[in-house]
């Protein structure tokens, strides 16, 4: 499975960005995906997740009621409607893919097997 993330850019405080994670090769259905950051001289953190079916999401309490998760199976892509940016959500974010027969959430970064190149997004004050 290949990710491919965008929809990055320059925005500036209190502005929105949509991310777009696409996935290609071995695509289905049963793929739980999550969005992760790394901003500068930090280590990457979790943002938010979703199940395979769409049931469940989570998300970091940093995110919680600015960022929402979604994704279209049919179209094999997940997104990140980012709301009310703060300077502090600048870094790099990167989408993961993990198959699992169980439609759930993950938080941790080692349980994705496959990870996007990462969009870089800018929240200049």
């Known amino acids: 499975v290949q990710l491919q993330a965008s929809g990055g850019g320059l925005v500036q405080a209190g502005g929105f960005l949509r991310l777009s994670c696409a996935a290609s090769?071995?695509?289905?259905?049963?793929?739980?995906m999550g969005w992760f950051r790394q901003a500068p001289g930090k280590e990457r953190e979790f943002v938010a997740a979703?199940?395979?079916?769409?049931?469940?999401?989570s998300y970091a309490d940093s995110v919680k009621g600015r960022f929402t998760i979604s994704r279209d199976n049919a179209k094999n892509t997940v997104y990140l409607q980012m709301n009310s940016l703060k300077p502090e959500d600048t870094a790099v974010y990167y989408c993961?893919?993990?198959?699992?027969?169980?439609?759930?959430?993950?938080?941790?970064?080692?349980?994705?097997?496959?990870w996007g190149q990462g969009t870089l997004v800018t929240v200049s004050s």
């Open positions: 979703i199940s395979w079916s769409g049931a469940s999401t």
């Open positions: 090769g071995r695509t289905g259905s049963r793929y739980n």
């Open positions: 993961a893919a993990d198959w699992d027969p169980d439609s759930r959430t993950i938080v941790v970064g080692a349980e994705y097997d496959y």
